[in-house]
T-cell receptor
Framework: DAGVIQSPRHEVTEMGQEVTLRCKPI?????LFWYRQTMMRGLELLIY????????DSGMPEDRFSAKMPNASFSTLKIQPSEPRDSAVYFC?????????????FGAGTRLSVL | GESVGLHLPTLSVQEGDNSIINCAYS??????FIWYKQESGKGPQFIID?????DKRQGQRVTVLLNKTVKHLSLQIAATQPGDSAVYFC????????????FGQGTTLQVKP
């Protein structure tokens, strides 16, 4: 199993530009989570999906952030327009349904730098 | 102004010694707990989990202890190796039991050769 796949691994962009982060969950997993990790705030849950439906987006910082999951094998997190304070490592994680739903498997992350 | 980052607790141990990493959780209604290891430049990796109907669970070189009375969780690593150097996070499941986890701030483990 390839695990959770995130792309790109690194992204450097200028303030005001649109940024799109991508995630492919593990096949068969029905929940997908987007996290942001910074030195200031640690690991924060932004949004999560269950069966492609957004369940809780209370962690999304503001309207500049949006996430979609058009099908079971793909999700995007978009920031438009990006700001320097969005610089962080963004992780995607997925989990199985049923009794193991609490074990989340993380991708390697996307390191975003907004200049 | 001066920026203040998270001050992660740090545990420094000698290679070969046992390590104990502690965690206090917040919600007495949580019934599932999990430990993750995050190495530099990587995503968090599942280590071991425990349900609230257990006090102890053992894995390979790791043991998790749960004390529900004081809402305390610990991770014990036997014969700590340099490869164990990482940040360790505990997490509890959300009381809504939707699969959402609530993560702690993390503890840095440094293993001295």
């Amino acid at each position: 199993d390839a695990g959770v796949i995130q792309s790109p691994r690194h992204e450097v962009t200028e303030m005001g530009q649109e940024v799109t982060l991508r995630c492919k969950p593990i096949s068969g997993h029905n929940s997908l989570f987007w996290y942001r990790q910074t030195m200031m705030r640690g690991l924060e849950l932004l949004i999560y999906f269950n069966n492609n439906v957004p369940i809780d987006d209370s962690g999304m910082p503001e309207d500049r952030f949006s996430a979609k999951m058009p099908n079971a094998s793909f999700s995007t997190l978009k920031i438009q327009p990006s700001e320097p304070r969005d610089s962080a490592v963004y992780f995607c994680a997925s989990s199985l349904p049923g009794v193991n739903k609490n074990i989340q498997y993380f991708g390697a992350g996307t390191r975003l730098s907004v200049l | 102004g001066e920026s203040v980052g998270l001050h992660l607790p740090t545990l420094s141990v000698q290679e070969g010694d046992n390590s104990i990493i502690n965690c206090a959780y917040s919600n007495s209604a949580s019934d599932y707990f999990i430990w993750y290891k995050q190495e530099s430049g990587k995503g968090p990796q599942f280590i071991i989990d425990i349900r609230s109907n257990m006090d102890k669970r053992q894995g390979q070189r790791v043991t998790v202890l749960l004390n529900k009375t004081v809402k305390h969780l610990s991770l014990q690593i036997a014969a700590t190796q340099p490869g164990d150097s990482a940040v360790y996070f505990c997490a509890e499941n959300s009381p809504s039991n939707t699969g959402k986890l609530i993560f702690g701030q993390g503890t840095t483990l440094q293993v001295k050769p």
